[in-house]
């Protein structure tokens, strides 16, 4: 346990999941899940938000194995190693809320950090805007960080606490083996499914989970997070967490060359619009979010799986934030931003503004 620990703490240790996110990701992509979308944790609890009936976008619906198996196997790493530790009780609604806003950034985008990388992996040239803007977002939070801004101190909590976002996946997962999807049909019990759209692709259900389990479970090990990668680069210039990155993109890359899966360019990219600016502002607005909430939508969904339940709360605010853009008009579609996504983007920046100026121990 001790050489495992050592190892995930080095840099080869998160060279090597970040690797191996960028590989599993790629071979996703080449097992049915939709274009430069292998893993995208916006875009899959978008789906799960879908498939409990929370939207009514048909196009993406679908119950994301991925999602419930980075949280499990991050909770299996947690007991594993003893860093199980229930906590709680951080601001709740504050962190409820960047969790919408921090979805919201990410639909007007379309994708995470994460698949913002994959993206520019796969040859899709407006990524380069997405990966901007989310940098210049974690920039500005890291001000706020540097000026005071904190949320308050977690407490140990009840042991129920924790176990209840990761026993809600597990019972996502149990409905999907109860009411699994039937062929040409939308719905099957409590699920809905989409027939058609990104919704419709995706890969076997068990390769899904194991990978899931195995990115949850390394990434819990490693600390891999995006923003914080970003983050430790702009306020400390550590390079740690952001070798993790680098290998992702060119792990992916490599494997999109050899799979081809690398098509260059602008137009046409599977899920993605052309709008530079509100590319840019998107994951603005989400990476902003990120650094005021403590960490990307990955590294929420690890925490959760260690006892995190504020990381639970965010998570709970992207899978909400995911439903209202979807059913008031904010998340993107391939013909661009949606038609009230612009200000969506606007109100969420200002909301940032307000959190990070009032939530301050000292002056700026």
């Known amino acids: 346990m001790a050489t495992i620990k050592s190892f995930f703490a080095a840099r080869w240790g998160i060279i090597s999941v970040g690797g191996f996110i960028g590989v599993s990701a790629a071979l996703l992509q080449k097992w049915g899940n939709p274009g430069n979308m292998g893993v995208c944790v916006a875009c899959f609890e978008r789906d799960i938000a879908g498939a409990i009936g929370l939207h009514q976008a048909a196009v993406v619906q679908y119950m994301r194995p991925e999602i419930i198996g980075f949280v499990l196997g991050s909770l ?14 951080s601001a709740p609604i504050v962190r409820f809320m960047l969790g919408v806003f921090a979805m919201v950034g990410a639909l007007v985008f379309l994708g995470c950090p994460w698949r913002a990388l994959l993206r520019l992996a796969g040859g899709d040239g407006n990524a380069i805007l997405g990966i901007a803007g989310l940098a210049t977002g974690i920039y500005i ?87 914080g990668a970003f983050r430790d680069l702009f306020l400390f210039r550590q390079l740690h967490l952001f070798s993790g990155l680098l290998a992702l993109l060119v792990f992916a890359f490599v494997t999109n060359l050899v799979l081809g899966q690398f098509k260059p360019g602008f137009e046409g990219q599977p899920v993605a619009h052309t709008m530079h600016i509100w590319n840019f502002s998107g994951m603005l607005l989400a990476g902003l979010c990120f ?70 121990q000292k002056n700026v």
């Not at 299996?76 to 009780?89: L, N, Q």
């Not at 109860?178 to 809905?192: A, C, E, R």
Request: charged share 10%; hydrophobic share 50%; proline share 5%.
């Open 291 to 360: 650094v005021l909430a403590g960490g990307c939508p990955g590294r929420q969904l690890f925490m959760a799986g260690e006892g995190d339940g504020d990381a639970a709360v965010f998570v709970i605010g992207m899978i909400v934030g995911a439903a209202v853009s979807h059913n008031f008009g904010l998340a993107s579609s391939p013909k661009g931003i949606g038609p009230h996504g612009i200000a969506a983007v606007v109100i969420g920046l200002l909301v940032c503004m307000f959190i990070g100026f009032t939530m301050r």
């Open 141 to 227: 939070g890291t001000l706020f960080l540097k000026g005071g801004y904190n949320l308050g101190r977690t407490t140990k909590t009840y042991i129920s606490v924790g176990w209840l976002l990761p026993l809600s996946m597990a019972g996502f997962l149990i409905l999907m083996f109860i009411f699994p999807q039937i062929p040409d049909s939308d719905k099957n019990g409590v699920l809905f499914y989409s027939i058609k759209g990104p919704g419709a692709m995706h890969a076997p259900l068990v390769i899904s989970l194991i990978i899931g389990l195995g990115v949850g479970f390394l990434a819990q090990r490693s600390r891999f997070c995006t923003m």
């Open 76 to 89: 299996v790493a947690a007991y594993m190693f003893k860093e199980f530790r229930p906590r709680a009780g």
